[in-house]
């Protein structure tokens, strides 16, 4: 028996649900789209994943975790806008600044399919948001 490998190449990682098991992106491509769906991803990160309108997985995939202090934040599917609980910052569906008091985007992170496997790898180029070096980076 070999396990299923994990790892790719660049650091990439397989997209997992929150027991640890490997989530097949079918799964997530049975939800609506415009959907955020949350996975564990790159150093156990929660990550939301993006059903695009031609029901494929979006390249970008948005990091859970607010800019300004850290928390994790739902995605709210009427305002269209991650809103974070704690402090009160908004972002945008790409994960830009609407509200502070965080003053930063969301950090990104490269999402693949490959033969139903989601792999998540890091994203080390210009963010295409804000035109710039990522400050994750
Ligand atoms: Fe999100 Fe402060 S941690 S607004």
Known sequence: FTPPKETGEGGAILAKDKLGNPIPASQILENPPETRALVAGLA??????????ANTLDGRGIVDN???LGCTF?????????QCPCHGSRYDAEGSVVRGPANRP?????????DDAIWLSPWTETDPRTGERPWWV
């Open 66 to 68: 607010c800019t300004h």
């Open 106 to 114: 969301l950090k990104l992170v490269h999402v693949a399919v490959i």
């Open 44 to 53: 156990g990160e929660p990550t939301y994943l993006i059903v695009t309108d």
């Open 74 to 82: 739902p995605w709210n599917e009427t305002a269209e806008q991650f």
